[in-house]
């Protein structure tokens, strides 16, 4: 993951690392005092989209997603945001990373 990447080298050479675009809730989890995120993470959409949902009626939602830090990370805020109108994620569709084209025809 790039975000990793950038805060390590953030805490290596001591230099703050203001990101405008990483997003992950599981940023979060990281411990260190040079990197900052300046944006709302990716877990504080799920009040929207449940919104959407329970607007809708729909009761089972299939998540799609990439199969990264960023794809994973919304899910347990999800399968909680979608408890509390009733609905229920039956499975998911996970997207490997870099997956040839010809595999998602």
Do not use: C
């Amino acid at each position: 993951m790039q975000a990793s990447f950038i805060i390590d080298l953030g805490n290596k050479s001591q230099i703050p690392i203001i990101s405008f675009s990483a997003t992950s809730p599981d940023l979060n989890s990281i411990r260190s005092p040079y990197f900052f995120q300046a944006t709302v993470n990716d877990s504080s959409q799920v009040k929207a989209i449940s919104a959407i949902i329970q607007a809708f009626g729909w009761r089972q939602v299939v998540p799609i997603h990439v199969d990264n830090v960023f794809g994973k990370g919304i899910i347990p805020y999800l399968y909680e945001a979608l408890e509390e109108v009733d609905a229920r994620i039956p499975y998911r569709s996970v997207i490997p990373l870099g997956p040839p084209m010809r595999k998602l025809k």
